[in-house]
């Protein structure tokens, strides 16, 4: 059964935690401006909820709000 998009997306929902590694990937695969959440968990391998709680703490820690 081939999943469409949105259905891939939904099926990523409360996924797991990403490791040290991803988590800098993701944040300079981000701060690239090339690549949406969906791309970047999509090549890490990992839920898009994952990306967007890293890429959330990674805000935190720039603004001095960790």
């Known amino acids: 059964m081939h999943l469409g ?17 991803q988590a800098l990937a993701a944040v300079v695969l981000w701060k690239s401006g090339q690549f949406d959440t969906f791309d970047i968990a999509s090549v890490l391998d990992c839920g898009e909820d ?10 935190h820690v720039e603004r001095g709000q960790a």
């Open 5 to 21: 998009h949105a259905e891939k997306r939904h099926s990523a929902a409360m996924s797991g935690r990403m490791d040290e590694r």
């Open 50 to 59: 994952a990306v967007c709680r890293t890429l959330q703490a990674a805000r």
